[in-house]
Every structure is written in structure tokens, then in C-alpha cells.
């Protein structure tokens, strides 16, 4: 998480250099920041051992690339924590998040519905997000 607000001001130089609108530069954040945090922090449980309450220390990395297009930036999100595929989503999983008072499901959604497309795979060991954010 010490590096949160460092990826985030890289893509949002990214979206701006891109010359995207500004309702679009902050959903780019939102989104980079709501993978960055899932990463950080349910990665981190999967993979580190319970010592009394806390857990081990884990390293984990993050790679996140930005290239503009000549319709908008394509961003690709990577880290290697264990499989994960954000966009395995059910459809009403926010409605149902929020009708049942229950932490988590919402963010998924965001990552989902914010990007004009988004798509997932894993390769080489990493989880590999791909974005793209129109103009």
C-alpha cells in the first residue's frame, strides 16, 4: 500500500497526457486504486501465514503500464498474487452486496462497469488485467 498513491498519479498523468475527459480520469483512479487495494490486501491474506493476528510479510508486485490509442488509453494491470479474475462477476452482485449490509462484491463491479471494456487473464504467474478508458 506504500505505493498506492504513486500508481495512481501515474495513471492519471497517463489519462490526462491521453486526453481523456475528466469524468474519465477519475474512473481511471478508481479503478487502478480498487485493484491495487484488492491486490494489497486480499492477496497479501491468501498468501501470507497467520502469526497470532497479523500475517507475514509477503512480497507481492505490481506492474501497471499505460498506452494512449487514438481512441483513449489502454491500461494493463498486473500483479502476481494468486489466480484471481475480477471480472468472474454475477450481474446483481452490487444490489446483493448492498441489500445484505455485506463488505465486498461492490468493488468488482466498479473494475467491471467503469472501463469502456475490460478483460482478464493469467500468464507467467501473474493475474494480467487489460482496460481501456475512451475518450
Known amino acids: 500500500m506504500d505505493s498506492i498513491d504513486r500508481a495512481i498519479q501515474c495513471v492519471r498523468d497517463a489519462g490526462i497526457a491521453a486526453s481523456l475527459p475528466d469524468e474519465q480520469v477519475r474512473k481511471l483512479e478508481l479503478v487502478i486504486e480498487e ?6 490486501t486480499h492477496a497479501v491474506r491468501r498468501n ?9 510479510a509477503t ?6 503500464a499505460a498506452n494512449p490509442t487514438s481512441k ?14 475480477p471480472t468472474a462477476i454475477q450481474a446483481d452482485a452490487a444490489g446483493e452486496a448492498v441489500a445484505n449490509a455485506r463488505v465486498g462484491g461492490i468493488g468488482r463491479v466498479l473494475i467491471c462497469s467503469l472501463p469502456a471494456s475490460v478483460s482478464y ?3 507467467n504467474g501473474r493475474n494480467r488485467v487489460s482496460l481501456h478508458f475512451a475518450r
Open 35 to 40: 485493484l491495487f487495494t484488492n491486490t494489497a
Open 59 to 64: 512480497k507481492l508486485y505490481v506492474w501497471i
Open 72 to 85: 483513449g488509453l489502454d491500461v494493463q494491470y498486473q500483479d502476481d498474487g494468486p489466480a484471481f479474475d
Open 121 to 123: 487473464d493469467r500468464e
Open 48 to 56: 501470507g501465514e497467520a502469526i497470532g493476528s497479523s500475517i507475514a
